[in-house]
């Protein structure tokens, strides 16, 4: 962004200490005294602010460079007798230069944090889906036997950040989801589509960030702690309500306690919930988590009418160099059983290879990874863009930075259906494929 030097010294006004009148002599040959910002400038001059050039001329009808501003924003930074209004715009003026004032060694850091008390980021983010079954399944919404079943759908996420102090900050996710084929939102209550697009609150938290602690209360982020690789979580990836506390830095123990909320869960509407992970984070990192889960519909899927259900998850992971990435996780329920027979396994279990990845701000950075993923019993409610809920196979994965800040996505899983042997069937493949367009702002 340019802007001409008379018009740039509109928002120079606030870097000075200018106000009513100004003893300096001109420095410039080419400012008259009668000019409307000749006592801003003298008095920018004799702050040190502005030097014009070696011919003792000002040019202020020239366009400067982002950089020239940058250094008359330091120059003023560098003054501390400014008023707190003053002060406010030189910090706005200095998280717009941020980047010129890095490059000049002036550090900004904490100006970028407040000079903006809310911030806003998002994405638009179209998804293609289409899972396949060898054998038919019920469709609760037409109530006949389907073998496939697509999906198309259009998402707008809006998540603000607003500052309130040096320590906290409030956080939220806002999205709004529409069907493609539909021309409509979904009610899932009512497993229809519904005429009115609906904005929903997804999360709302407040996080206090201190060394080596950190706490959030709300409504927020729920990823049990081998969700850091590719494909994601195996045991959880949504939301829940309650408190979530974090110690230290390389090696991190982390307490969740709240609610927790699940299409499995109808009569008690959401479950209690504590969980405990301890991570070990660098080149090779490792963890373990333990994650408690208590509600009154659990008494059909678990042993011996157990309304709680206890999962222990283990995670490990090395990087070879910058490109690849290989990483595993494990997950056991001794409380699960399905209620008519064993052919559910209480265990989940991924191994992942991954190789380089996309950066949404990197024009051309690509990723891609192959997976092989058993989402049984132990994963409750896991990332299943590719392999899905209650399957079992190979999960590939590539993702593409078109331009900046658009990057498509594809995945494709094939495997079978743990199900299947459940309802007494043989044909047991299943497979998904799953192509998504982000544009991130």
């Not at 001109?26 to 000019?35: G, I, M, Q, Y």
């Not at 939301?239 to 110690?247: H, I, K, M, R």
């Not at 490792?286 to 659990?298: H, I, P, Q, S, T």
């Not at 992971?317 to 027979?341: E, G, I, T």
Request: proline letters at 2%; charged letters at 25%.
């Amino acid at each position: 962004m340019k802007k001409t030097l008379v018009s740039a010294l509109s928002a120079a006004l606030v870097i000075g200490a200018a106000s009513t009148t100004f003893a300096a002599a001109n420095p410039f040959s080419d400012v008259p005294r009668d000019h409307w910002a000749y006592d801003a400038v003298t008095q920018l001059a004799a702050d040190g602010v502005v030097e014009g050039y070696g011919d003792g001329t000002y040019r202020g009808d020239r366009n400067i460079t982002r950089y020239e501003m940058a250094q008359m924003t330091a120059k003023a930074m560098a003054k501390g007798d400014m008023s707190a209004s003053d002060k406010a715009l030189v910090d706005r003026l200095a998280a717009e230069f941020a980047d010129e004032l890095n490059n000049l060694g002036v550090r900004v850091s904490n100006l970028e944090k407040h000079a903006d008390m809310v911030k806003w980021k998002g994405v638009l983010e179209y998804t293609y889906t289409s899972s396949r079954f060898d054998h038919p399944y019920r469709d609760m919404k037409s109530g006949k036997n389907r073998k496939k079943v697509n999906s198309d759908n259009l998402l707008f996420r809006l998540e603000p950040t607003a500052e309130v102090n040096n320590h906290w900050s409030v956080h939220a996710r806002l999205d709004a989801e529409t069907k493609m084929n539909k021309d409509a939102a979904w009610d899932i209550s009512e497993d229809k589509a519904s005429s009115d697009d609906k904005v929903s609150l997804k999360r709302a938290w407040a996080e206090g960030d201190y060394t080596n602690f950190n706490v959030k209360l709300g409504k927020m982020e729920m990823l049990s702690a081998e969700a850091y690789a590719k494909p994601g979580a195996l045991i959880f990836d949504r939301e829940f309500s309650g408190a979530e506390v974090t110690f230290g830095k390389d090696v991190q123990f982390k307490l969740q306690a709240g609610r927790m909320s699940s299409d499995e869960i109808q009569r008690d509407k959401a479950a209690n919930y504590q969980g405990a992970e301890l991570q070990y984070n660098g080149r090779f990192t490792a963890g373990v988590g333990y994650y408690r889960l208590k509600a009154e519909d659990f008494d059909g899927m678990l042993k011996d009418k157990k309304q709680t259900m206890q999962i222990w998850g283990v995670n490990a992971a090395y990087r070879f160099d910058k490109n690849s990435f290989l990483s595993a996780a494990y997950a056991h329920s001794k409380d699960f059983r399905m209620v008519m027979a064993d052919s559910m396994p209480n265990k989940s279990y991924q191994v992942t290879y991954e190789y380089k990845g996309a950066e949404p701000d990197d024009k051309g950075s690509w990723g891609a990874y192959v997976s092989y993923r058993q989402l049984a019993g132990a994963s409750v409610e896991p990332t299943g863009d590719g392999a899905m809920e209650g399957t079992r196979g190979i999960e590939l994965g590539t993702e593409y930075t078109l331009f900046p800040n658009v990057v498509l996505s594809a995945k494709y899983f094939r495997g079978k259906d743990l199900y299947a042997k459940y309802l007494g069937i043989n044909q047991d493949k299943a497979s998904k494929l799953f192509g998504r367009v982000e544009f991130f702002f």
